[in-house]
């Protein structure tokens, strides 16, 4: 007894003082921390983004909440099943856990009293119980990971749901700047998001669990106090290490952020390879990446080296420190004279037995105070993920946030956003839906800058009146495509137009998709679609005849064939094949924006010929004087905010030069 006094009298004011000492120090690092965070400047590209400070608190458990009722819609779920299989596995893992530990101490008492009869029984069960041991271990690592693949299955199919409605994957990248690398937060973000979710699911669970059959068996062993003192160092500890692991948020969203500006920049060189190639610009292409490469490994170490703290930190507070209180509770009870009518091998097994089960509880302790450094970081990627399904949502409703030009308009020959009524904005023009009919009654053509290139456009077109559209570049050519289309807002007047499957685009450059040679005549169209709709494969022979690429077939395989299209057809080719998809899906209306120029002439004329033939109306834009003669009018921009729109017949020679 005298020797348990005077161990608690010694061991009180160490720990006290050891307490105060690791707090001390903790409170310095924050500080230092968080003046690091304030003063290190936010990158000159995302300025114009808002600094939110992201932390656990009541607004990261609502943003949360609305991902999980992505995830987990409902009780009578798959998702569901899974999170009840993990919490079998987890309590069949706390029940194998006493298991061992009673089994165990029963082996060392046996080997400690020389008992061979004994030793032998229970190394028998020890060797019995380690299959079922591994099929529990192997089913909770499985179920765990079935559980984040089905989370990362809703959530990514959530959003590909309203990244891919409508025009929104196009609003993202050319309309709205607020996420500059979707690529990222759709793939890695989300995988990582759903990643940490199961793991917190994990890492509370299954500690909560240890903890109270911990608890209750060692309130049983050495009374209630012992449990109690442990749980309370729960509390102080938690609190503690929560304050400290508040940057470790916006650490996580910076990485992100980075990784994707990085990955982006990557790209935009496999992109644009040929182009660089021309300019010579390897050498400055390499300096962008270095900066970008740069950046990001400036902050990856200023993050390891605040995690390297921590890990410290998380190390003495969860491990060690947790380690003593749990010698100084079980001390109290084998110092004290209760125990000293028991044998030397019932002591032994007894403190062996009472010791690993608070070994455990300390360890549970300790893995439920280190969840709140995996609830930190999920609350950054729980911002990111929620940032991207509110814009997708605004974008989906037409509302989008840009950058305007706010001090001049690019051109100083364009009038200024400020000077149009307080009516004129983003999509408060008005649009109709009519068939064989496109109107235009006082529209701007504005860029989603508000760069305003026309002021009030006023025309009518009706099925079989095709018109020619002339002007220099700048102009507002392709912006009136692109307003028409739906890309772009309509910023006020009234459009009327058909709907959208009766408008069909044909640029330049046609886009090749990947699949056989069958998809790239019938895209954008499945094959199941297709065939729904009646379209054989001698349709699209026929119109590969007509525009004379109909051994395309023969050459490359069959309509099965495979290949890169976007490498493997010729400029020429590619026009050819989007001439033959206007073809085959012989909408109301067509957008043709310089799409013969690799295709010659006579080849040419029959194209027009024939869409003059099958009742498809074109807007054309091209240079070449041969195609006047298939339009009835001509839309002529001056690129100073003027336009004329009349007969070819009534213009004047210099139109058709």
Same mark, same amino acid.
């Given at each position: 007894?005298?020797?348990?006094?005077?161990?608690?009298?010694?061991?009180?004011?160490?720990?006290?003082?050891?307490?105060?000492?690791?707090?001390?120090?903790?409170?310095?690092?924050?500080?230092?921390?968080?003046?690091?965070?304030?003063?290190?400047?936010?990158?000159?590209?995302?300025?114009?983004?808002?600094?939110?400070?992201?932390?656990?608190?009541?607004?990261?458990?609502?943003?949360?909440?609305?991902?999980?009722?992505?995830?987990?819609?409902?009780?009578?779920?798959?998702?569901?099943?899974?999170?009840?299989?993990?919490?079998?596995?987890?309590?069949?893992?706390?029940?194998?856990?006493?298991?061992?530990?009673?089994?165990?101490?029963?082996?060392?008492?046996?080997?400690?009293? &020389?008992?061979? +009869? $004994? =030793?032998?029984?229970?190394?028998?069960?020890?060797?019995?119980?380690?299959?079922? #041991? %591994? @099929?529990?271990?192997?089913?909770?690592?499985?179920?765990?990971?079935?559980?984040?693949?089905?989370?990362?299955?809703?959530?990514?199919?959530?959003?590909?749901?309203?990244?891919?409605?409508?025009?929104?994957?196009?609003?993202?990248?050319?309309?709205?700047?607020?996420?500059?690398?979707?690529?990222?937060?759709?793939?890695?973000?989300?995988?990582?998001?759903?990643?940490?979710?199961?793991?917190?699911?994990?890492?509370?669970?299954?500690?909560?669990?240890?903890?109270?059959?911990?608890?209750?068996?060692?309130?049983?062993?050495?009374?209630?106090?012992?449990?109690?003192?442990?749980?309370?160092?729960?509390?102080?500890?938690?609190?503690?290490?929560?304050?400290?692991?508040?940057?470790?948020?916006?650490?996580?969203?910076?990485?992100? &952020?980075?990784? +994707? $500006? =990085?990955?982006?920049?990557?790209?935009?060189?496999?992109?644009?390879?040929?182009? #660089? %190639? @021309?300019?010579?610009?390897?050498?400055?292409?390499?300096?962008?990446?270095?900066?970008?490469?740069?950046?990001?490994?400036?902050?990856?170490?200023?993050?390891?080296?605040?995690?390297?703290?921590?890990?410290?930190?998380?190390?003495?507070?969860?491990?060690?420190?947790?380690?003593?209180?749990?010698?100084?509770?079980?001390?109290?009870?084998?110092?004290?004279?209760?125990?000293?009518?028991?044998?030397?091998?019932?002591?032994?097994?007894?403190?062996?037995?009472?010791?690993?089960?608070?070994?455990?509880?300390?360890?549970?302790?300790?893995?439920?105070?280190?969840?709140?450094?995996?609830?930190?970081?999920?609350?950054?990627?729980?911002?990111?993920?929620?940032?991207?399904?509110?814009?997708?949502?605004?974008?989906?409703?037409?509302?989008?946030?840009?950058?305007?030009?706010?001090?001049?308009?690019?051109?100083?020959?364009?009038?200024?956003?400020?000077?149009?009524?307080?009516?004129?904005?983003?999509?408060?023009?008005?649009?109709?839906?009519?068939?064989?009919?496109?109107?235009?009654?006082?529209?701007?053509?504005?860029?989603?800058?508000?760069?305003?290139?026309?002021?009030?456009?006023?025309?009518?077109?009706?099925?079989?009146?095709?018109?020619?559209?002339?002007?220099?570049?700048?102009?507002?050519?392709?912006?009136?495509?692109?307003?028409?289309?739906?890309?772009?807002?309509?910023?006020?007047?009234?459009?009327?137009?058909?709907?959208?499957?009766?408008?069909?685009?044909?640029?330049?450059?046609?886009?090749?998709?990947?699949?056989?040679?069958?998809?790239?005549?019938?895209?954008?169209?499945?094959?199941?679609?297709?065939?729904?709709?009646?379209?054989?494969?001698?349709?699209?022979?026929?119109?590969?005849?007509?525009?004379?690429?109909?051994?395309?077939?023969?050459?490359?395989?069959?309509?099965?064939?495979?290949?890169?299209?976007?490498?493997?057809?010729?400029?020429?080719?590619?026009?050819?094949?989007?001439?033959?998809?206007?073809?085959?899906?012989?909408?109301?209306?067509?957008?043709?924006?310089?799409?013969?120029?690799?295709?010659?002439?006579?080849?040419?004329?029959?194209?027009?010929?024939?869409?003059?033939?099958?009742?498809?109306?074109?807007?054309?834009?091209?240079?070449?004087?041969?195609?006047?003669?298939?339009?009835?009018?001509?839309?002529?921009?001056?690129?100073?905010?003027?336009?004329?729109?009349?007969?070819?017949?009534?213009?004047?020679?210099?139109?058709?030069?």
């Amino acid at each position: 007894m005298g020797a348990l006094s005077k161990l608690q009298t010694n061991a009180k004011p160490v720990a006290i003082l050891g307490a105060i000492a690791v707090l001390a120090a903790l409170a310095g690092k924050f500080r230092s921390s968080q003046q690091a965070q304030r003063a290190t400047p936010p990158p000159a590209h995302g300025r114009h983004r808002k600094n939110e400070r992201v932390a656990v608190n009541a607004i990261f458990f609502k943003r949360l909440g609305s991902l999980l009722k992505i995830i987990l819609p409902g009780v009578l779920t798959p998702e569901t099943g899974f999170m009840l299989l993990v919490s079998l596995s987890l309590v069949s893992r706390t029940t194998a856990d006493l298991w061992v530990i009673s089994t165990s101490t029963s082996i060392e008492r046996a080997i400690i009293g &020389r008992n061979r +009869g $004994e =030793f032998i029984k229970y190394l028998f069960h020890f060797f019995l119980g380690m299959l079922p #041991i %591994a @099929f529990i271990n192997s089913l909770l690592r499985y179920s765990l990971s079935e559980l984040t693949l089905r989370f990362r299955t809703r959530l990514t199919k959530y959003l590909y749901n309203l990244y891919m409605r409508g025009f929104v994957f196009y609003r993202l990248g050319n309309l709205d700047n607020r996420i500059p690398n979707a690529d990222q937060l759709l793939t890695t973000d989300v995988e990582k998001f759903c990643a940490s979710i199961t793991e917190l699911f994990s890492n509370i669970s299954k500690p909560l669990l240890d903890i109270i059959i911990f608890s209750r068996k060692l309130a049983g062993a050495i009374g209630a106090e012992g449990p109690t003192m442990m749980l309370g160092y729960l509390v102080l500890s938690g609190l503690v290490l929560t304050r400290l692991r508040r940057p470790l948020a916006r650490f996580t969203i910076e990485e992100q &952020r980075l990784e +994707g $500006e =990085f990955r982006n920049v990557n790209s935009r060189l496999i992109t644009h390879s040929e182009e #660089i %190639a @021309f300019y010579g610009g390897n050498q400055r292409e390499q300096e962008t990446m270095n900066s970008s490469f740069a950046r990001l490994v400036r902050h990856l170490r200023k993050s390891m080296q605040f995690r390297f703290a921590m890990g410290i930190t998380d190390s003495i507070i969860t491990k060690y420190f947790a380690t003593v209180v749990g010698f100084l509770i079980m001390s109290r009870g084998f110092i004290a004279a209760h125990n000293s009518g028991k044998s030397q091998e019932q002591v032994m097994e007894e403190y062996y037995r009472n010791g690993r089960m608070l070994m455990s509880l300390a360890g549970a302790v300790g893995r439920l105070v280190l969840a709140g450094r995996e609830l930190t970081r999920l609350a950054g990627f729980t911002a990111r993920v929620t940032e991207l399904v509110t814009v997708l949502k605004e974008l989906d409703a037409g509302e989008y946030k840009r950058s305007m030009v706010a001090e001049q308009s690019q051109s100083h020959h364009l009038p200024t956003i400020e000077e149009m009524s307080p009516d004129f904005g983003p999509n408060k023009g008005k649009i109709i839906v009519a068939d064989h009919i496109i109107k235009f009654e006082s529209v701007p053509l504005v860029t989603p800058n508000a760069d305003i290139l026309i002021r009030s456009l006023t025309m009518e077109v009706h099925s079989g009146q095709n018109v020619l559209v002339a002007g220099p570049n700048g102009c507002g050519k392709s912006s009136l495509f692109r307003i028409l289309g739906g890309l772009w807002p309509v910023f006020g007047g009234t459009l009327t137009k058909p709907s959208k499957d009766k408008l069909f685009y044909v640029p330049q450059r046609p886009y090749m998709t990947l699949g056989t040679l069958r998809d790239q005549v019938l895209y954008p169209f499945s094959t199941s679609t297709a065939r729904n709709k009646g379209i054989s494969d001698n349709m699209l022979v026929e119109a590969l005849k007509l525009v004379q690429l109909d051994h395309l077939v023969e050459r490359e395989g069959g309509w099965d064939a495979v290949a890169d299209w976007m490498d493997k057809l010729s400029g020429g080719e590619k026009q050819r094949v989007a001439m033959a998809r206007l073809f085959i899906h012989r909408p109301q209306f067509a957008i043709l924006d310089e799409c013969t120029s690799a295709v010659s002439v006579d080849v040419e004329g029959i194209m027009y010929t024939h869409c003059k033939s099958i009742g498809i109306t074109l807007f054309t834009v091209s240079h070449r004087k041969t195609l006047w003669r298939y339009h009835e009018y001509v839309l002529q921009f001056d690129g100073h905010g003027a336009y004329e729109f009349k007969p070819i017949e009534a213009e004047s020679s210099t139109f058709g030069s």
